[in-house]
């Protein structure tokens, strides 16, 4: 069968049943279940009324439960069994990993992405808000500040491969060097320790398009009465910006930060990419692609640790954005 023809049929199939399911279900509501014709008209169209919510949220919440809920109660339930999947073991799994130097590697490094690499996105992406809404051309900044986000992680890592390249004919970082009187040349990628923060500036580099265009938005919903103010009462454009300008706009930043910290605890792109995490550069999804086929066991448990991790930062972004929205 054709594609165009498979995603015809599944657009006219879907929207098709959840039109029929809402019909049906409404149907079977209030002529079965709390009929109008009735002794009790009223208190059975009340009833109706308080039940209708939950047939349209129904749809949601199995699809949730399906996908979501059942897998990781599942996926919990599989670290628990050993490699073969045969014997329960409990916790062995994750006293494997708290004893794996890899695993603990790993970890550390994961924690320094969440320490630089949503402090730095957020930070440029500021500075690159204010500075741009300041000039004629920041809307032709903005576009190509915000183009790499255009651009997969995988093709952004390979750019940034050729930029770390140590031949000085091809990688930028190496001719600067070379320019600037080195001789020999440098794999920057090898560098233990310091590899990770190169890593780092290309999901930087990325993201700063996405703190910029959110933190731009916010900066221009500052009401103009309160820069005024601070105008007339003498602040300088630094005290203007860091005293009144982001103190009004702190929900915002807190949840940018937090909406990068979520993507950091699941990129696994640039590292694979760039170094294989060899290097030192594992990080856990890393670590977990590595036992994926080979102790199914172990690589859920890294999966579950992952979502232990990531669980608090989307609790409090999704707070943060409610408060926002108040």
């Given amino acids: 069968m054709s594609p165009i023809i498979q995603g015809i049929l599944t657009i006219f199939i879907g929207v098709g049943g959840c039109v029929g399911y809402f019909w049906a279900s409404n149907m079977v509501l209030d002529k079965v279940i709390f009929p109008a014709q009735s002794k009790n008209p009223g208190?059975?169209?009340?009833?109706?009324n308080m039940v209708r919510p939950w047939l349209f949220l129904f749809p949601a919440m199995f699809a949730l439960g399906l996908y979501l809920v059942y897998p990781v109660i599942g996926s919990f339930w599989r670290s628990l069994f050993n490699r073969s999947g045969e014997d329960f073991i409990a916790l062995g799994n994750y006293t494997a990993l708290a004893q794996d130097p890899t695993f603990r590697t790993a970890f550390v490094n994961n924690f320094m992405w969440m320490l630089?690499?949503?402090?730095?996105?957020?930070?440029?992406?500021?500075?690159?808000?204010?500075?741009?809404?300041?000039?004629?051309?920041?809307?032709?900044?903005?576009s190509l500040i915000?183009?790499?986000?255009?651009?997969?992680?995988?093709?952004?890592?390979?750019?940034?491969r050729f930029?770390?390249?140590n031949n000085p004919d091809i990688g930028l970082l190496n001719a600067i060097r070379f320019a600037m009187?080195?001789?020999?040349?440098?794999?920057?990628?090898q560098l233990q320790f310091w590899n990770n923060f190169f890593l780092m500036v290309?999901?930087?580099w990325i993201q700063t398009g996405f703190?910029?265009?959110?933190?731009?938005?916010?900066?221009?919903?500052?009401?103009?009465?309160?820069?005024?103010?601070?105008?007339?009462?003498?602040?300088?454009?630094?005290?203007i910006f860091f005293k009144i300008k982001v103190p009004q706009i702190m929900g915002t930043i807190v949840v940018v930060w937090t909406t990068i910290t979520i993507l950091v605890l699941k990129v696994f792109d640039i590292v694979y990419t760039m170094t294989g995490g060899n290097?030192?550069?594992?990080?856990?999804?890393s670590y977990m692609m590595s036992y994926m086929f080979r102790d199914d066991g172990r690589a859920t448990a890294v999966a579950f640790v992952i979502m232990i991790i990531v669980l608090p930062v989307m609790i409090w972004n999704i707070r943060q954005a409610r408060a926002e929205m108040r």
């Fill in 43 to 48: 208190r059975n169209i009340n009833r109706a």
């Fill in 116 to 142: 630089v690499v949503p402090a730095a996105s957020t930070f440029f992406g500021l500075l690159v808000a204010q500075l741009t809404d300041q000039l004629k051309w920041g809307n032709i900044a903005k």
């Fill in 146 to 160: 915000f183009m790499p986000m255009a651009i997969s992680f995988v093709g952004a890592s390979l750019i940034w």
């Fill in 163 to 165: 930029m770390y390249a």
């Fill in 181 to 189: 009187g080195a001789t020999e040349a440098l794999d920057v990628l």
């Fill in 202 to 204: 290309i999901l930087i």
């Fill in 211 to 239: 703190a910029m265009v959110i933190l731009s938005g916010a900066l221009r919903g500052i009401p103009e009465e309160t820069i005024e103010a601070a105008i007339i009462d003498g602040a300088n454009p630094f005290q």
């Fill in 279 to 285: 290097f030192g550069t594992e990080i856990l999804p």
